[in-house]
């Protein structure tokens, strides 16, 4: 969004879960000694070479490590577009990383009307040592754009990013609008013109009304699926030709009890938007869709991350369940999903005060094995800080997995203060058996054509 903007515990969804247990040590990759603090961290790993990790945090922050998190090298990206917030990372199946941002291309921050008139990707082709001075796309001044999020494709080696337009940020006029655009990308090269793909559009003041939050996935037969949230609802869109069409009618996949604007005490703001994946490994629950968001269904002082799936290309959900396993009457906020697209395993990161009885807040990742069905919570975080209302903590962590590696990543405060933390977390640490069978790629891609095929032929739009 805009710039002003280990105890174990088991779960008792379908069943419990047996698990290991061996400490886990949280890194600090920032303390925000100078500049602006940091916040929003985003995280990728190199599918070539899983040592080689690189995170991101507002305003132009990037982490990078060669040997699997040991030691890291901060850095600030530089663009002639500027750099201005909202970082989003991604790594494509050759190693390279793409870093998403808004703009700042006068540099003068908040006294240019321009500054977010585009979203920017920086390309790394050396496991982000070095940066190109980026692309753009979205551009459409004097209409603003932001909180994007992308996703790569491995197949059809495009790079797909959705986002909110803003006819004008901030603004309460009912003539101006919010929508969720679409933009795609061959290997990050040249951007498509960007379409709108909502039905129903919000209003510019940034809070439930609006439409914001959308998160793209791509599914096991390249087909493209979205979500955002708006008005108390969250919404879902699918494209099976590469967004070149979407859904007549979006649908409605979930309620958001309280809508995704939300307040947490001693929390700058908070929000519940949702994030989408899609399980494209090569064990049994290949091709199911997940989501994960948090709201206050449970009252304003119970925060929930919920979470529902489908194995229907997003025509038919299950029932939510919740991913925190513990009683009433607390806060779990700001969730991210990741997959493993080796193992299918999923893990979700989330800020949590079951422990607390006040502002002091623990982190905590949750994770499933079996598609869904159950999960088991795990504190990741050594100490519990608490937050300061007066200063920004940003608008969500994140979450990287691959072939067995899981790196979280989160904010922190310490006396207002704010720290990008991380952990190099392994599957044996978890206790989670690893499933690293041999990807044969062109067999794969074999049967991803067939599948896009059989996908197109059935329509659904």
Same mark, same amino acid.
């Given at each position: 969004m805009l710039f002003i903007r280990l105890n174990i515990y088991l779960l008792t969804m379908v069943g419990s879960i047996s698990i290991g247990f061996s400490q886990i040590k949280p890194i600090k990759l920032d303390g925000g000694e100078e500049g602006r603090a940091p916040s929003e961290p985003t995280v990728a790993i190199n599918p070539t070479n899983p040592n080689n990790i690189v995170a991101g945090a507002i305003l132009d922050k990037v982490y990078t490590t060669f040997d699997g998190g040991k030691t890291w090298e901060t850095s600030r990206l530089e663009s002639s577009y500027g750099v201005w917030g909202d970082p989003v990372l991604v790594a494509d199946h050759d190693g390279n990383f793409f870093y998403f941002h808004l703009s700042d291309p006068t540099g003068n921050n908040w006294q240019s009307e321009e500054i977010l008139d585009r979203i920017v990707v920086q390309k790394s082709e050396d496991g982000g040592k070095t940066w190109d001075d980026g692309n753009y796309f979205g551009m459409n001044h004097p209409k603003?754009?932001?909180?994007?999020?992308?996703?790569?494709?491995?197949?059809?080696?495009?790079?797909?990013?959705?986002?909110?337009?803003?006819?004008?940020?901030? %603004? $309460?006029?009912?003539?101006?609008?919010? #929508?969720?655009?679409?933009?795609?990308?061959?290997?990050?090269?040249?951007? %498509?013109?960007?379409?709108?793909?909502?039905?129903?559009?919000?209003?510019?003041?940034? @809070?439930?009304?609006?439409?914001? @939050?959308?998160?793209? !996935?791509?599914?096991?037969?390249?087909?493209?699926?979205? =979500?955002?949230?708006?008005?108390?609802?969250?919404?879902? *869109?699918?494209?099976? +030709?590469?967004?070149?069409?979407?859904? &007549?009618?979006?649908?409605?996949?979930?309620?958001? /009890?309280?809508?995704?604007?939300?307040?947490?005490?001693?929390?700058?703001?908070?929000?519940?938007?949702?994030?989408?994946? $899609? *399980?494209?490994?090569?064990?049994? #629950?290949?091709?199911?869709?997940?989501?994960?968001? !948090? +709201?206050?269904?449970?009252? =304003?002082?119970? &925060?929930?991350?919920?979470?529902?799936? /489908?194995?229907?290309? @997003? *025509?038919?959900?299950?029932?939510?369940?919740?991913? #925190?396993? *513990?009683?009433?009457?607390?806060?779990?906020?700001?969730p991210w999903m990741t997959i493993d697209p080796v193992s299918g395993n999923i893990y979700i990161v989330f800020y949590d005060r079951r422990n607390h009885e006040g502002l002091e807040t623990d982190v905590f990742m949750a994770y499933s094995t079996d598609g869904g069905d159950s999960f088991a919570n795990i504190k990741i975080s050594e100490t519990p800080f608490i937050p300061s209302k007066d200063v920004f903590f940003g608008d969500y962590t994140n979450i990287a997995a691959y072939n067995g590696i899981v790196v979280p990543i989160w904010t922190r405060m310490d006396n207002g203060q704010t720290s990008i933390m991380t952990a190099i977390i392994n599957d044996q640490e978890l206790g989670v058996e690893p499933r690293r069978l041999p990807i044969d790629e062109k067999k794969q891609k074999k049967q991803e054509k067939l599948e896009r095929k059989k996908a197109k032929k059935e329509g659904g739009d």
């Open positions: 603003d754009q932001d909180k994007e999020w992308a996703v790569f494709d491995l197949f059809t080696e495009n790079l797909y990013a959705t986002w909110t337009q803003f006819d004008k940020y901030g %603004s $309460s006029d009912s003539e101006h609008k919010s #929508n969720i655009l679409f933009s795609s990308s061959h290997k990050g090269k040249k951007w %498509s013109k960007p379409v709108q793909i909502n039905k129903v559009s919000g209003d510019c003041v940034d @809070g439930d009304q609006t439409t914001e @939050g959308a998160v793209p !996935a791509v599914g096991m037969s390249g087909q493209i699926f979205v =979500t955002w949230a708006h008005d108390e609802k969250i919404y879902f *869109d699918r494209s099976f +030709d590469k967004g070149k069409t979407w859904l &007549t009618n979006d649908l409605v996949i979930a309620e958001q /009890s309280g809508g995704w604007d939300m307040d947490i005490p001693g929390i700058n703001r908070c929000n519940g938007m949702p994030v989408l994946v $899609s *399980d494209r490994s090569l064990y049994g #629950n290949r091709g199911l869709i997940y989501m994960v968001w !948090a +709201d206050q269904r449970s009252g =304003t002082d119970d &925060t929930d991350i919920w979470f529902i799936k /489908s194995s229907s290309n @997003g *025509d038919r959900w299950t029932q939510p369940i919740k991913i #925190n396993s *513990d009683g009433p009457g607390k806060h779990q906020f700001f």
